[in-house]
Protein backbone atom coordinates (compact mmCIF):
# COMPACT_ATOMS: atom_id res chain seq x y z
CA UNK A 1 0.00 0.00 0.00
CA UNK A 2 1.13 3.26 -0.87
CA UNK A 3 -0.80 6.72 0.32
CA UNK A 4 -1.87 8.53 -2.94
CA UNK A 5 -3.89 11.52 -4.09
CA UNK A 6 -6.30 10.64 -7.15
CA UNK A 7 -3.54 12.26 -9.49
CA UNK A 8 -0.96 9.80 -7.90
CA UNK A 9 -3.29 7.13 -8.42
CA UNK A 10 -4.15 7.07 -11.81
CA UNK A 11 -0.70 7.83 -13.17
CA UNK A 12 0.38 4.44 -11.03
CA UNK A 13 -2.48 2.33 -12.94
CA UNK A 14 -1.71 4.00 -16.24
CA UNK A 15 2.08 3.09 -15.65
CA UNK A 16 0.83 -0.59 -14.14
CA UNK A 17 -1.03 -1.02 -17.45
CA UNK A 18 1.97 -0.02 -19.80
CA UNK A 19 4.31 -1.82 -18.33
CA UNK A 20 1.58 -5.05 -18.52
CA UNK A 21 0.47 -4.32 -21.87
CA UNK A 22 2.69 -2.96 -24.75
CA UNK A 23 -0.61 -2.02 -26.27
CA UNK A 24 -1.75 0.18 -24.42
CA UNK A 25 -1.14 3.82 -25.85
CA UNK A 26 -1.68 7.09 -24.47
CA UNK A 27 -2.93 10.20 -26.64
CA UNK A 28 -4.09 13.57 -25.74
CA UNK A 29 -2.92 17.18 -25.79
CA UNK A 30 0.22 18.43 -23.95
CA UNK A 31 0.12 14.71 -21.81
CA UNK A 32 4.06 13.57 -22.89
CA UNK A 33 6.41 16.41 -22.02
CA UNK A 34 4.24 18.50 -19.81
CA UNK A 35 2.45 15.31 -18.47
CA UNK A 36 -1.01 16.57 -18.90
CA UNK A 37 -3.10 19.66 -17.65
CA UNK A 38 -3.34 18.18 -14.07
CA UNK A 39 -0.22 16.16 -14.06
CA UNK A 40 -1.67 12.96 -14.72
CA UNK A 41 0.54 11.28 -17.13
CA UNK A 42 3.76 13.04 -15.21
CA UNK A 43 6.72 11.15 -16.18
CA UNK A 44 5.37 8.74 -18.54
CA UNK A 45 6.89 10.08 -21.44
CA UNK A 46 10.21 8.89 -19.84
CA UNK A 47 9.53 5.63 -19.56
CA UNK A 48 7.32 4.90 -22.38
CA UNK A 49 8.50 7.57 -25.51
CA UNK A 50 7.22 5.96 -28.31
CA UNK A 51 3.36 5.19 -26.71
CA UNK A 52 3.23 8.57 -25.07
CA UNK A 53 1.77 10.78 -27.97
CA UNK A 54 1.39 14.92 -27.56
CA UNK A 55 -1.71 15.46 -30.26
CA UNK A 56 -2.74 18.93 -31.91
CA UNK A 57 -5.63 20.16 -30.20
CA UNK A 58 -8.14 18.72 -31.56
CA UNK A 59 -10.39 16.63 -29.79
CA UNK A 60 -12.20 14.91 -32.39
CA UNK A 61 -8.91 13.82 -34.44
CA UNK A 62 -7.91 12.88 -30.71
CA UNK A 63 -10.90 9.99 -30.35
CA UNK A 64 -11.32 9.50 -34.00
CA UNK A 65 -7.69 8.39 -33.85
CA UNK A 66 -8.32 5.99 -31.18
CA UNK A 67 -11.07 4.70 -32.58
CA UNK A 68 -9.14 3.29 -35.39
CA UNK A 69 -5.75 2.35 -32.96
CA UNK A 70 -8.53 0.29 -30.94
CA UNK A 71 -10.51 -1.79 -33.78
CA UNK A 72 -6.67 -2.10 -35.31
CA UNK A 73 -5.62 -4.36 -31.93
CA UNK A 74 -4.59 -1.52 -29.45
CA UNK A 75 -5.71 -0.44 -26.22
CA UNK A 76 -5.69 3.46 -26.17
CA UNK A 77 -5.91 5.86 -23.50
CA UNK A 78 -7.11 9.05 -24.98
CA UNK A 79 -7.62 12.30 -22.80
CA UNK A 80 -9.38 15.49 -23.49
CA UNK A 81 -8.32 18.30 -21.31
CA UNK A 82 -11.90 19.05 -19.96
CA UNK A 83 -15.28 17.01 -20.15
CA UNK A 84 -16.66 20.15 -21.40
CA UNK A 85 -13.71 20.32 -24.43
CA UNK A 86 -15.12 16.65 -25.55
CA UNK A 87 -18.37 17.97 -27.42
CA UNK A 88 -16.30 18.10 -30.93
CA UNK A 89 -15.89 14.73 -30.52
CA UNK A 90 -19.49 13.51 -30.11
CA UNK A 91 -19.69 12.33 -33.52
CA UNK A 92 -16.74 9.87 -33.20
CA UNK A 93 -18.37 8.70 -29.41
CA UNK A 94 -21.90 8.28 -30.77
CA UNK A 95 -21.20 7.11 -34.29
CA UNK A 96 -18.04 5.05 -34.02
CA UNK A 97 -16.84 4.20 -31.17
CA UNK A 98 -19.59 3.01 -29.05
CA UNK A 99 -21.30 1.57 -31.98
CA UNK A 100 -18.30 -0.58 -33.45
CA UNK A 101 -19.13 -3.78 -31.94
CA UNK A 102 -22.66 -3.60 -33.35
CA UNK A 103 -22.28 -2.36 -36.64
CA UNK A 104 -19.61 -5.31 -37.28
CA UNK A 105 -21.86 -7.66 -35.66
CA UNK A 106 -19.09 -8.42 -33.23
CA UNK A 107 -16.10 -8.72 -36.20
CA UNK A 108 -14.69 -5.29 -34.50
CA UNK A 109 -14.51 -3.84 -30.87
CA UNK A 110 -13.57 -0.98 -29.96
CA UNK A 111 -11.58 -1.27 -25.97
CA UNK A 112 -10.37 2.10 -25.49
CA UNK A 113 -10.41 4.69 -22.52
CA UNK A 114 -11.79 8.13 -22.80
CA UNK A 115 -10.69 9.97 -19.70
CA UNK A 116 -11.24 13.53 -18.90
CA UNK A 117 -11.31 15.84 -15.83
CA UNK A 118 -15.21 16.50 -14.65
CA UNK A 119 -17.24 18.61 -12.93
CA UNK A 120 -16.64 21.52 -10.78
CA UNK A 121 -14.93 23.01 -7.12
CA UNK A 122 -11.83 24.22 -8.22
CA UNK A 123 -13.28 27.96 -9.86
CA UNK A 124 -12.44 27.19 -13.27
CA UNK A 125 -13.98 28.85 -16.67
CA UNK A 126 -16.11 28.06 -18.96
CA UNK A 127 -16.93 24.43 -20.25
CA UNK A 128 -14.62 23.66 -17.03
CA UNK A 129 -17.40 22.42 -14.66
CA UNK A 130 -20.04 20.81 -16.30
CA UNK A 131 -21.29 16.79 -14.90
CA UNK A 132 -22.70 16.30 -18.35
CA UNK A 133 -22.53 12.53 -17.36
CA UNK A 134 -26.47 11.50 -18.69
CA UNK A 135 -25.56 12.70 -21.86
CA UNK A 136 -23.05 10.32 -22.16
CA UNK A 137 -25.00 7.11 -20.33
CA UNK A 138 -27.30 7.67 -22.32
CA UNK A 139 -25.33 6.19 -25.80
CA UNK A 140 -25.35 2.40 -26.09
CA UNK A 141 -22.45 0.93 -26.32
CA UNK A 142 -20.19 3.19 -23.94
CA UNK A 143 -19.82 2.56 -20.02
CA UNK A 144 -19.45 5.79 -17.86
CA UNK A 145 -17.41 5.32 -14.97
CA UNK A 146 -16.57 7.80 -12.33
CA UNK A 147 -14.11 7.21 -9.22
CA UNK A 148 -14.69 8.81 -5.69
CA UNK A 149 -11.07 8.28 -4.48
CA UNK A 150 -8.00 7.36 -5.27
CA UNK A 151 -8.48 4.32 -4.84
CA UNK A 152 -11.11 3.48 -6.53
CA UNK A 153 -9.68 5.40 -9.29
CA UNK A 154 -6.71 3.05 -9.89
CA UNK A 155 -8.84 0.02 -9.64
CA UNK A 156 -11.68 1.42 -12.01
CA UNK A 157 -9.31 2.51 -14.61
CA UNK A 158 -7.38 -0.45 -14.43
CA UNK A 159 -10.47 -2.23 -15.42
CA UNK A 160 -11.52 0.17 -17.58
CA UNK A 161 -8.26 -0.65 -19.86
CA UNK A 162 -8.90 -3.70 -19.78
CA UNK A 163 -12.86 -3.66 -21.17
CA UNK A 164 -13.28 -5.15 -24.22
CA UNK A 165 -15.72 -2.24 -24.69
CA UNK A 166 -15.04 1.77 -24.68
CA UNK A 167 -14.96 3.46 -21.55
CA UNK A 168 -15.48 7.17 -20.54
CA UNK A 169 -13.65 7.62 -17.97
CA UNK A 170 -15.08 10.95 -15.87
CA UNK A 171 -12.49 11.98 -12.98
CA UNK A 172 -13.65 14.73 -10.51
CA UNK A 173 -11.03 17.57 -10.53
CA UNK A 174 -12.09 18.75 -7.26
CA UNK A 175 -10.62 15.78 -5.13
CA UNK A 176 -7.58 14.93 -7.67
CA UNK A 177 -5.51 16.41 -4.93
CA UNK A 178 -8.34 16.93 -1.93
CA UNK A 179 -6.57 14.35 0.24
CA UNK A 180 -4.34 11.04 0.18
CA UNK A 181 -5.19 7.26 0.82
CA UNK A 182 -3.90 3.95 0.95
CA UNK A 183 -3.71 2.51 -2.62
CA UNK A 184 -2.84 -1.26 -3.42
CA UNK A 185 0.63 -1.02 -4.92
CA UNK A 186 0.37 -2.65 -8.46
CA UNK A 187 -1.91 -4.57 -10.43
CA UNK A 188 -5.64 -3.80 -8.43
CA UNK A 189 -8.79 -4.07 -10.02
CA UNK A 190 -12.43 -2.55 -9.20
CA UNK A 191 -14.73 -4.41 -11.56
CA UNK A 192 -16.87 -2.06 -13.93
CA UNK A 193 -20.67 -2.20 -13.41
CA UNK A 194 -20.40 -2.49 -9.39
CA UNK A 195 -21.85 -0.12 -7.45
CA UNK A 196 -19.89 -0.32 -3.38
CA UNK A 197 -21.98 0.32 -0.13
CA UNK A 198 -19.73 2.73 1.69
CA UNK A 199 -21.42 2.57 4.90
CA UNK A 200 -24.20 0.12 6.10
CA UNK A 201 -27.07 1.57 7.60
CA UNK A 202 -31.10 1.28 8.14
CA UNK A 203 -33.09 4.50 7.90
CA UNK A 204 -32.70 5.97 4.63
CA UNK A 205 -30.23 5.09 1.82
CA UNK A 206 -28.14 7.58 0.13
CA UNK A 207 -26.54 7.49 -3.48
CA UNK A 208 -24.18 9.42 -5.26
CA UNK A 209 -20.74 9.36 -6.78
CA UNK A 210 -17.94 11.10 -7.75
CA UNK A 211 -17.19 13.95 -5.96
CA UNK A 212 -20.36 14.39 -4.11
CA UNK A 213 -20.18 11.23 -2.21
CA UNK A 214 -17.36 13.32 0.29
CA UNK A 215 -20.24 16.14 1.35
CA UNK A 216 -22.89 13.17 1.29
CA UNK A 217 -20.29 11.24 3.97
CA UNK A 218 -19.56 14.53 5.98
CA UNK A 219 -23.43 15.06 6.30
CA UNK A 220 -24.42 11.13 6.97
CA UNK A 221 -21.56 11.64 9.61
CA UNK A 222 -23.14 14.31 11.39
CA UNK A 223 -27.02 12.82 10.92
CA UNK A 224 -28.03 11.93 14.99
CA UNK A 225 -30.20 9.35 15.66
CA UNK A 226 -30.30 7.96 11.53
CA UNK A 227 -28.87 4.83 10.40
CA UNK A 228 -27.53 6.07 6.69
CA UNK A 229 -26.89 3.57 4.18
CA UNK A 230 -24.54 4.76 1.48
CA UNK A 231 -23.94 3.96 -1.67
CA UNK A 232 -21.42 4.92 -4.16
CA UNK A 233 -22.67 4.17 -7.76
CA UNK A 234 -19.46 4.19 -9.45
CA UNK A 235 -20.56 3.10 -13.09
CA UNK A 236 -22.96 5.14 -14.32
CA UNK A 237 -23.96 2.99 -16.93
CA UNK A 238 -23.51 0.11 -16.68
CA UNK A 239 -25.94 1.44 -13.79
CA UNK A 240 -25.65 -1.37 -10.82
CA UNK A 241 -29.05 -0.69 -9.60
CA UNK A 242 -29.70 -4.29 -8.30
CA UNK A 243 -27.71 -2.90 -5.65
CA UNK A 244 -29.70 -0.20 -5.08
CA UNK A 245 -33.01 -1.05 -5.11
CA UNK A 246 -31.70 -4.34 -2.85
CA UNK A 247 -30.82 -1.05 0.06
CA UNK A 248 -34.49 0.39 -0.59
CA UNK A 249 -36.04 -2.79 0.08
CA UNK A 250 -34.04 -2.64 3.25
CA UNK A 251 -34.59 1.70 4.50
CA UNK A 252 -37.79 1.90 2.80
CA UNK A 253 -36.05 5.68 1.73
CA UNK A 254 -33.76 7.13 -0.58
CA UNK A 255 -32.00 10.31 -0.87
CA UNK A 256 -29.94 10.69 -4.71
CA UNK A 257 -26.93 13.55 -4.31
CA UNK A 258 -26.06 14.67 -7.85
CA UNK A 259 -23.78 17.77 -9.19
CA UNK A 260 -25.21 17.61 -12.39
CA UNK A 261 -28.56 20.11 -13.20
CA UNK A 262 -31.45 18.52 -12.04
CA UNK A 263 -33.99 17.65 -14.90
CA UNK A 264 -33.41 14.38 -16.90
CA UNK A 265 -30.65 13.18 -15.19
CA UNK A 266 -28.68 9.94 -13.49
CA UNK A 267 -30.88 10.81 -10.36
CA UNK A 268 -34.00 10.34 -12.58
CA UNK A 269 -33.25 7.43 -13.95
CA UNK A 270 -32.70 6.22 -10.59
CA UNK A 271 -35.71 7.18 -9.29
CA UNK A 272 -37.42 5.43 -12.22
CA UNK A 273 -35.94 2.00 -11.57
CA UNK A 274 -36.77 2.30 -7.68
CA UNK A 275 -40.38 2.83 -8.59
CA UNK A 276 -40.28 0.30 -10.75
CA UNK A 277 -38.92 -2.67 -8.81
CA UNK A 278 -39.47 -1.58 -5.11
CA UNK A 279 -42.19 1.24 -4.95
CA UNK A 280 -44.13 -0.68 -2.36
CA UNK A 281 -41.22 -0.89 -0.12
CA UNK A 282 -41.08 3.25 0.06
CA UNK A 283 -42.01 5.10 3.32
CA UNK A 284 -41.22 8.46 1.91
CA UNK A 285 -40.93 10.07 -1.83
CA UNK A 286 -37.38 9.93 -3.20
CA UNK A 287 -35.72 12.66 -2.75
CA UNK A 288 -33.15 14.07 -4.87
CA UNK A 289 -29.88 16.84 -4.13
CA UNK A 290 -29.09 18.35 -7.38
CA UNK A 291 -27.65 21.07 -9.14
CA UNK A 292 -29.91 23.39 -10.91
CA UNK A 293 -31.03 23.91 -14.81
CA UNK A 294 -28.60 26.20 -15.43
CA UNK A 295 -25.03 26.62 -17.13
CA UNK A 296 -22.17 25.99 -14.98
CA UNK A 297 -21.74 29.36 -12.78
CA UNK A 298 -18.32 31.10 -12.92
CA UNK A 299 -16.61 30.96 -9.44
CA UNK A 300 -18.59 33.90 -7.67
CA UNK A 301 -21.78 31.66 -7.41
CA UNK A 302 -19.94 28.02 -7.80
CA UNK A 303 -20.71 27.02 -4.01
CA UNK A 304 -24.41 28.77 -4.65
CA UNK A 305 -24.45 26.07 -6.85
CA UNK A 306 -22.68 22.51 -5.83
CA UNK A 307 -24.73 20.70 -3.58
CA UNK A 308 -23.17 21.17 0.09
CA UNK A 309 -23.46 19.25 3.56
CA UNK A 310 -26.05 21.27 4.79
CA UNK A 311 -28.62 20.36 1.79
CA UNK A 312 -28.18 16.87 1.86
CA UNK A 313 -28.48 16.94 5.83
CA UNK A 314 -31.73 18.65 5.68
CA UNK A 315 -33.03 16.23 2.48
CA UNK A 316 -32.31 13.12 4.82
CA UNK A 317 -33.96 14.57 7.76
CA UNK A 318 -36.45 15.50 5.83
CA UNK A 319 -37.27 12.25 4.18
CA UNK A 320 -36.75 10.28 7.35
CA UNK A 321 -39.46 12.17 9.22
CA UNK A 322 -42.33 12.24 6.70
CA UNK A 323 -45.44 11.21 7.43
Known amino acids: MTEMTMVEALNSALDVEMKRDRRVVLLGEDIGVNGGVFRVTDKLIDKYPDRV ?11 GCAVGMAINGLRPVAECQFSGFIYPAFQEIVSHMARMRN ?22 LEHHSESMEALYAHIQGLKVVIPSSPREAKGLLIASIRDPDPVLFLEPKKIYRAFKEDVPDGDFVIEVGKANVVQEGSD ?5 WGAMLHPTLKAVKNMSGISC ?44 QIN ?24 KLEDMYLPNEVDIAHAIKTTVEFR
Do not use: H, N
Not at 53 to 63: H, N, R, S
Not at 103 to 124: D, F, K, Q
Not at 204 to 208: A, E, G, I, Q
Open 53 to 63: LDTPLAEAAIV
Open 103 to 124: RSRGTYTCPMVLRAPYSGGIRA
Open 204 to 208: VTVVS
Open 229 to 272: EVIDVRTISPLDSACIIKSVMKTGRCIIVQEAPRSFGVASEIIA
Open 276 to 299: DKALLYLKAPITRVTGFDVPFPYY
